[in-house]
């Protein structure tokens, strides 16, 4: 969960004085974009191919997630742009 935290508070940190449109110029930053779904893209692998080599050192579970523990992490992660949007409102 903490690495889908970090991943999506970077999308709310390219602003920081209560912008609405967090998306916008996104595109033109294709490192930004690399380095951010090579993230994700590193987290599933280390979680869902690395666990069984893991499962000791680590004490995860050698299956990794199951689709539904994916998207409560996803939701826990999509839930800093939803709350940044309130603080924003608040503001």
Do not use: D
């Not at 994700?40 to 050698?62: D, E, G, R």
Request: glycine share 8%; with cysteine.
């Amino acid at each position: 969960i903490f690495v889908l935290l970090q991943v999506f508070n970077e999308y709310n940190a390219r602003f920081l004085r209560g912008e609405w449109q967090i998306w916008r110029g996104l595109t033109k930053n294709p490192l930004y974009l690399f380095i951010s779904i090579g993230t994700m893209v590193l987290q599933v692998i280390m979680v869902q191919i690395a666990a069984p080599v893991l499962t000791f050192a680590l004490k995860i579970h050698p299956a990794g997630l199951s689709w539904k523990q994916w998207l409560i992490c996803l939701g826990f992660g999509a839930g800093t742009l939803v709350v940044q949007q309130i603080l924003n409102r608040c503001r």
